[in-house]
């Protein structure tokens, strides 16, 4: 707008001759020491004092001597002043950043970063940390920024803090309580040792092998330990020095003769390597084999005792085969009497295999071997007494018995007629070397006594002889055929 009033203009034009006289005479008091401090009043802001001491030069001999980095920026984020600790954190010459700026020690994510705090900082202080490459190696700077009063202006003060070492001493932190927390979760035992073959970290599983505390003792102070490797047997202090320098030991077996609980173990070592290839120690993992070792024996006696086992039965079903065919006539009748005996025998098996080959009811057995020839099996048998546990060797000759005494009874006997019925009684003292079945059949044909011995009588009376207190004793009463089996007491759980 223009000015028409030629007084006015000349009042104006005065008074800024007047202010700019004032401002070189405080320019030239600065400049030569003679002011001590600026008040400078803003209509909408408190007044802010400056003190001035030096002159200008003791800012800059002030800054330079500063370990920190430091910049001023114009109001439109020109680069006015940094100082050498600045250069030095950024790795660009001072002349450079003054002519280029800062993004030439900068990438642009810390640039980014920065441009927003600088214009946080026209409106108060704010700081924030970036993240920058210096030749190669990661930094991290924090940023405090301020508002700059420049005459009638506001620029920004920058102040760079380098907290490389303490963003790498957090980083270290943070790994460190890492590698405890997966140490102190491991199942297995976890030890780790210092160049000295001392121990420094080990977990709760390391109780198993050792009652007493092992943090801070030497290695083969603490664990006694037969380490076989290579062919040769070594003791644990032996073994981490030979980790130490470098030899890494994976799947290796010991023996821990005075361990609490783990007395078989397995080892895996390896050097433990912080930075480079320099070895700061070693780290052992120690595995219980304890509960596999018996295992694997189990599994030995299982096989030993599943080949005896199977011996037996391809014995008694040959002695079966070769008795049946001498006591049957006929091809059909060999066949039924033979399958018949096997899939008693099978039935007896399979029962023993559904429990682990561990014991097996005599109430089971019954039932098992009479059910195929009586549906009606509630009805016409009857099982009294206490029940009782045989183990395999007696538990198949009862089978044998029973599938016997089962058949006889179905051609002859109780079974064969419908007012037949079989009472089946158990008992088992434990002041006699044996337990007893007793089988007595009522309402069927009358018995007669046979004529000849058969394969099935030999069966009945014979399968329970391989002990002393074995036996069994068959009666062909008129009413019904009666027999009481004697299991030796070794044979019953």
């Not at 030096?54 to 100082?83: C, H, K, W």
């Not at 399979?350 to 089971?364: F, G, K, Q, V, Y």
Request: overall charge negative.
């Amino acid at each position: 707008m223009a000015i028409d009033d030629p007084d006015m203009m000349k009042r104006e034009m005065k008074e800024l001759q007047i202010r700019l006289a004032e401002a070189e005479d405080i320019i030239r008091a600065i400049r030569e020491g003679e002011i001590d401090a600026l008040v400078v009043r803003h209509p909408k802001r408190e007044e802010e004092v400056f003190t001035i001491e030096g002159g200008t030069e003791s800012y800059r001999t002030f800054m330079e001597a500063m370990d920190i980095g430091a910049a001023a920026l114009s109001p439109s984020g020109q680069v006015l002043y940094v100082n050498s600790a600045l250069s030095r954190l950024l790795g660009v010459e001072r002349e450079t950043l003054q002519r280029e700026g800062l993004t030439a020690g900068l990438d642009a994510a810390a640039m980014q970063a920065l441009e927003a705090l600088v214009k946080r900082a026209h409106n108060g202080r704010s700081h924030c940390e970036i993240r920058f490459s210096q030749n190669g190696d990661e930094r991290h700077a924090l940023i405090h920024a301020a508002p700059l009063e420049l005459w009638q202006d506001r620029g920004v003060a920058l102040s760079f803090t380098d907290i490389t070492h303490r963003m790498a001493m957090e980083q270290a932190q943070q790994s460190e309580q890492m590698a405890l927390a997966i140490l102190a979760s491991a199942a297995e035992a976890v030890i780790v040792c210092n160049p000295l073959g001392i121990i420094t970290h080990a977990n709760d599983a390391v109780s198993a092998i050792t009652a007493e505390p092992v943090t801070g003792k030497p290695f083969a102070e603490v664990l006694d330990l037969a380490i076989k490797a290579g062919g040769t047997e070594m003791q644990g202090g032996e073994f981490i020095r030979h980790v130490i320098r470098g030899h890494a030991y994976q799947g290796v077996e010991a023996t821990a003769p005075s361990a609490p609980s783990a007395r078989d173990l397995l080892i895996s070592a390896a050097p433990l390597k912080v930075s480079g290839e320099k070895i700061a120690g070693c780290v052992v993992t120690l595995v219980d084999l304890t509960r596999r070792k018996i295992v694997e024996k189990q599994q030995l006696l299982l096989m030993g005792e599943l080949d005896h086992r199977v011996k037996n039965t391809l014995a008694l079903v040959l002695s079966i085969s070769n008795r049946t065919a001498s006591t049957e006539e006929t091809i059909e009748g060999f066949r039924s009497a033979f399958s018949g005996r096997m899939r008693a025998l099978a039935a007896t098996h399979n029962t023993l295999a559904e429990r682990s080959w561990s014991s097996i009811p005599m109430r089971d057995i019954v039932l098992t071997e009479v059910q195929p020839f009586e549906p009606n099996i509630k009805a016409k048998l009857t099982i009294g007494g206490t029940d009782f546990q045989l183990l395999p060797r007696a538990a198949i000759a009862v089978g044998l018995i029973v599938h016997e005494l089962a058949t006889n009874a179905v051609k002859y006997g109780a079974l064969s007629s419908e007012a037949g019925h079989i009472e089946v009684s158990l008992r088992h003292d434990y002041d006699k070397p044996y337990a007893e079945l007793s089988w007595v059949e009522t309402g069927g044909p009358h018995v007669l006594p046979p004529t000849r011995t058969g394969f099935g009588r030999t069966v009945i009376t014979r399968s329970m002889q391989y002990s002393p207190h074995g036996g069994a004793d068959l009666d062909y009463r008129p009413e019904g055929v009666s027999c009481t089996i004697r299991i030796p007491a070794e044979d019953v759980v």
